[in-house]
């Protein structure tokens, strides 16, 4: 398959990159200034131009831009716009977008996180994002065009960022690498469709 990873150059690009590459699949790599073709999230003409230069693809991963922490007393809901700005109207312009591009029976499969299940001191911004995307998933399976799927993997912590993340987070368990470059795998490889995968470790 001909596969764009958005974020394939962050954390959990640099593991599911080389999993999908050696499963035989053709990858291509975007992000801001990271990457084999540029684009930015907060930038609806980007993606077009994104899609315009990779052609039809087969798939579409999303591991990019995270929700900022915020502080609920002082938050306003213009914050809270454009803290949704990249991670959620991003990722739904990947899709609304990628819908006229893709190749027939195209997957998309998006990154939220477990905020949009379990709260979080300081983390609002975070889980309205991901509770938005969880139902933007589920809305888009009914309606995508041509046989395309869409599911959307949502982490907690990951190990590979415990040492940067756990001091915001104290007792958060992490979810391990290979797992959850699995979950990512079945989105792109299986067929399932307006799938939530909660992969709280
Ligand atoms: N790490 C965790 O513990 C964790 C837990 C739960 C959920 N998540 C979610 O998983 C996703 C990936 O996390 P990560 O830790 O792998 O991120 P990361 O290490 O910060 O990497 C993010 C990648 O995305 C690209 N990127 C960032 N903003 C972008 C934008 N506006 N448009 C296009 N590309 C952009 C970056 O490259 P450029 O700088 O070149 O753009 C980079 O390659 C995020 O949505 C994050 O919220 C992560």
Redesign the pocket.
Known sequence: MKIVV?????????RLVPALRSSGHHVI???????DV??????PA?IESMYRQTGAVDAVV??????ALDEFATLTSGALYENM???FF??ADLVLIGQRHCAGGASFTL?????ADHPWPHVTG?GV??GALHSFVLSAAVELPRGMRINV??????????G??AQHFPGMR??AMDELVGHYLRCVEGDDTGTVIRAYG
Do not use: E
């Open positions: 958005v974020g394939g150059a962050g954390t959990i690009g640099r790599v975007a992000g801001r200034s990271s990457g540029h684009v930015d999230l907060g930038s980007t999303c591991v990019a831009a995270h929700g700005r990249a991670k991003g990722q990154t939220s996180g477990i905020f975070g994002i991901s993997v949502s982490p907690t912590m990951v190990a590979d960022s415990a940067a993340f992490s979810v």
